[in-house]
């Protein structure tokens, strides 16, 4: 029997964890592999981790066919509604999965039902639930997340690194975490996973106060922040402008002071002088 490994179709299989593969072989090497691989032709579609250890130890397998497809695309919207049908799968995992199945029907690929067959197995048949103009609200609701949720996955999907994208998928790090660090470049990211989990999260707080408002010290007499601007009142300032005139303000009372301990200190040793002469 000849199986192949599309490299294309395995990339929707998430790589198991250290402990879940263990899980797994344990499971395998004790019960044998009771559920049938599914093949597209000579092409494996379900069941790659299975197959993996099977080789490994020489454990029997059987396979049934699923020739319901037409195109290597809607063999891709299959696998990703089969992921997205598991209960394991994590909310990140779900958020990929969903916005990958938005990509390929942007391109046009359109899923086609399944087609019973003797050496088929029953399969749901695939429902576009999204599509390529598929708001990120729609999008959420088939990852079964929040909008918010997806909008960092989508900022983790186009500017991680392979390492920061791992580590989300390992646990080591959130979501919400990952997407602040995947702001920075690709080495800061590197230094930050390889400084493991702690490592991670200082470098997310370290983003996330960087973009925060800067609190200014408050000068005595000024209006409370925040307060209302009335319309026409001359002291109406635009923010910026009024947090840039602060800082002026600050920077030059901390020059005035120095000067003023500069002038003490030459007061000092002006007079000295004068007792020694």
Request: charged share 25%.
């Amino acid at each position: 029997m000849n199986i192949t490994i599309n490299e294309d179709l395995r990339k929707y299989i998430d790589p198991l964890t250290e402990n879940e593969r263990a899980m797994l072989e344990r499971s395998l090497l004790a019960e044998g592999c009771r559920d049938a691989l599914v093949l597209w032709g000579e092409i494996l579609i379900d069941g790659h981790n299975r197959y993996e250890i099977c080789q490994k130890h020489q454990i029997p397998f059987n396979t049934v066919q699923n020739r319901s497809f037409e195109t290597i695309e809607q063999v891709m919207l299959w696998m990703i509604d089969n992921q997205l049908s598991r209960r394991s799968v994590t909310d990140f995992q779900r958020g990929m999965l969903a916005l990958r199945k938005k990509e390929l029907l942007a391109t046009g690929s359109q899923p086609r039902p399944v087609i019973e067959s003797e050496t088929a197995p029953q399969e749901p048949a695939i429902t576009p639930a999204i599509t390529g103009k598929t708001s990120r609200k729609e999008v959420a609701q088939i990852a079964g997340v929040s909008s918010h949720t997806i909008g960092q996955i989508e900022k983790i999907q186009k500017t991680a690194t392979p390492a920061l994208i791992n580590a989300v998928r390992a646990g080591t790090i959130s979501i919400g975490a990952a997407a602040a660090v995947a702001s920075l470049s690709d080495n800061e990211q590197l230094a930050a996973v390889a400084g493991g989990r702690k490592e991670l999260q200082q470098a997310a707080k370290q983003v996330r106060d960087a973009k925060a408002p800067a609190k200014l010290p408050k000068i005595e007499g000024e209006r409370e922040e925040g307060g209302p601007v009335i319309a026409g009142d001359d002291t109406a300032t635009p923010y910026a402008e009024v947090a840039a005139l602060k800082a002026k303000i600050v920077t030059l009372t901390a020059e005035n002071q120095a000067l003023k301990e500069q002038v003490s200190m030459l007061t000092v040793a002006l007079e000295e002088t004068r007792r020694a002469a």
